[in-house]
């Protein structure tokens, strides 16, 4: 009998229902979204999650308050809490359940720019990885503060031209891309390859465990 717990359907995935809905704002073909779509594919249909968001191009482009582009559950976090939000979202979920007051499962996911996450909210990501919160933090590495202008952050490559880049002419960004980070030790917070760009792919499909978004931190 196959396992299907362990094999990969790309057909069957792409007939789930879209999580991630029409009517946003962001551009036609926009890896943001199409990467959004391809990590709650990840999920089964009968999971409920809760979606956290740093601020940045991909929450301005698909939450406009009281409207949201997500079906979940979705918090708009500042730009430096992301890790930090859901980190006491999943903790008071867990005081709940042990309470009796919720029931079941619920995944916890949240998305960050390169800003968001290796700048700016790398202490509460750090953190939420360190105490080893059940949650997914995916960084949507776009390799500057594209939101804002253009700005370099600790993502942009080496010689990699930014508005805040300097010199006039400028030579690009003097230092070397920020790597993803193993914020801890590889046991507690597996780090997945990065996906092909503006693709759908399996490996955002954790195919060895049993659950669809595994019970320790994911970056």
Not at 2 to 26: A, I, M, P, W
Not at 153 to 162: G, H, I, N, V
Request: glycine fraction near 10%; charge should be positive.
């Amino acid at each position: 009998m196959e396992n299907t717990e362990r094999t990969y359907h790309f057909k069957k995935t792409l007939e789930k229902k879209e999580r991630f809905v029409g009517g946003h704002r962001l551009c036609a073909g926009c890896g943001a979204g199409i990467a959004v779509r391809g990590v709650l594919r990840a999920l089964r249909e009968e999971d409920r999650a809760v979606v956290g968001n740093a601020t940045g191009c991909l929450e301005v482009s698909s939450f406009l308050y009281p409207y949201t582009a997500y079906e979940d559950s979705y918090i708009h976090t500042a730009f430096e809490s992301a890790g930090a939000s859901l980190s006491g979202v999943e903790a008071a979920y867990n005081a709940l359940k042990r309470k009796g007051k919720v029931q079941g499962e619920v995944k916890f996911i949240t998305f960050g720019g390169d800003g968001g996450t290796y700048d700016i909210g790398f202490q509460s990501l750090s953190g939420a990885m360190e105490r080893g919160h059940d949650l997914t933090y995916v960084c949507y590495d776009n390799e500057a503060y594209m939101n804002t202008g253009i700005q370099r952050s600790s993502s942009t490559p080496r010689f990699a031209k930014a508005t805040t880049s300097p010199g006039r002419p400028s030579p690009g960004s003097c230092r070397t891309k920020r790597i993803s980070p193993r914020l801890s030790p590889p046991t507690m917070c597996p780090t997945w390859p990065r996906p092909p760009s503006s693709a759908i792919s399996g490996t955002f499909i954790p195919r060895p465990r049993k659950r669809s978004i595994p019970l320790a931190p994911v970056f």
